[in-house]
């Protein structure tokens, strides 16, 4: 099979969506290596996120001046014209988008919706971004063949929001990046608490700091908590309310902020820490807290939603509105080894159902239904 991809976050995003697109195409044509992959990128990146290995991994951009210049405008139905002369199949919409036009070129459409964020939580987002979000989902949803939700949550928001029939949502979960199930030694753990001066035990949350991911809630756990709190991830405003409660309440010296880590650095980080927390009010998925479970880094996130699905049945749950249940939950796998080790056992065999080769056959199933 010949399958094309909206390619714009393989080589332009560093994290979420483009950690997603890039490993589905990396265990895709490491475990079917006989089709080609075919990616559509509008543009030349600044940053080598990914290299195409030219044997059945392709980068396309556009080729005329007028895209060259015009490349959203490519994105949106220029490439159609590309995907033609490639002899495309199947094209995959990685991010919630797929171009105009492909059923008139006799092309099947795949179309990934990692969740409605800005249908659930309008106010982190401006009135016009939502529009423009709410009309390439709901257009891509139902132009697609086949609609991959990344969790059970995400398709019945999906189904709910809009108005998809469910039979046509297929729930194939994400997995993570290879460097996550890799073992490091001591000394690597060592070098890492050396380089960013970290204590000898601390709790870890990793992920965007901004509301949505509510990471102040587990800041206030610290008044009562004999432990350090590593905070790995971007900055938005919401940081700053998260320093100014540190500074008032005089936290500092409980709460270590870090960014710009390789990926080997973070998977160290990841085995090195005791607890992760991640009290998110609401995600489509969850990717740290598998990389955490394959860690084997006991996992403390919300109740309902999402989380359950991504943490199993033996991670901790808790109010993501009460600190009195996080802290006791923090306290609690601080001091009870057995339960800890129970937890990091029971993670760790049941995160194996997100592994690559899982996720890569059901993903061509899909491809083949199509094809056929």
């Known amino acids: 099979m010949n399958i094309g991809f ?35 990128n509008p ?41 033609t002369k490639d002899g495309i199949t199947i094209f995959h919409g990685l991010s919630g988008e797929i171009p105009s036009g492909l059923n008139h070129a006799n092309i099947k459409s795949v179309v ?50 809009l108005k998809i029939d469910p039979e046509k949502i297929k729930v194939i979960y994400q997995g993570c990046h290879a460097i996550f199930k890799k073992v490091f030694t001591e000394s690597d ?83 090195q820490a005791k607890i992760f927390v991640y009290p998110s009010l609401y995600e489509g998925f969850g990717i740290p807290i598998i990389e955490a479970l394959y860690s084997k880094t006991p996992v403390i996130t919300t109740q309902g939603g999402v989380f359950p699905e991504a943490g199993g049945p033996n991670s901790v749950y808790i109010d993501p509105t009460n600190v009195l249940d996080l802290e006791k939950a923090i306290q609690k796998l601080l001091v009870d080894k057995e339960f800890r080790e129970n937890m990091i056992q029971k993670g760790f065999e049941f995160v194996q159902k997100f592994n690559d080769e899982v996720i890569a056959n059901k993903i061509i199933a899909i491809y083949k239904s199509l094809d056929n």
């Open 6 to 40: 909206e390619a714009k976050r393989i080589f332009h995003n560093k994290t979420g969506l483009g950690n997603y697109s890039r490993d589905l195409v990396r265990l895709l044509s490491q475990y079917y290596p006989e089709n080609h992959y075919y990616l559509y």
């Open 43 to 83: 543009k030349r990146s600044n940053d080598n996120l990914f290299e195409a290995n030219r044997t059945n991994v392709f980068e396309k951009k556009p080729q005329s001046p007028f895209y060259k210049k015009f490349y959203n405008l490519w994105r949106q139905k220029g490439v159609v014209k590309d995907l």
């Open 112 to 161: 990934t919706i990692h969740d409605l964020i800005f249908v659930k939580f309008p106010n982190l987002y401006s009135f016009f971004d939502r529009k423009i979000h709410f009309y390439k989902f709901n257009k891509a949803a139902h132009q697609a063949d086949v609609v991959i939700a990344i969790s059970e949550q995400t398709k019945d928001d999906i189904v709910e929001f």
């Open 189 to 271: 753990k060592k070098k890492i608490v050396s380089k960013y001066n970290l204590p000898k035990e601390f709790i870890l949350n990793v992920g965007t700091i901004e509301t949505r991911k509510n990471i102040l809630l587990a800041v206030k756990t610290l008044h009562n908590i004999n432990t350090c709190l590593v905070i790995v991830g971007k900055e938005t405003d919401y940081a700053i309310e998260v320093k100014s409660y540190i500074k008032k309440h005089n936290l500092e010296h409980k709460v270590i902020f870090l960014k710009g880590l390789t990926l080997e650095e973070l998977a160290i980080l990841y085995q």
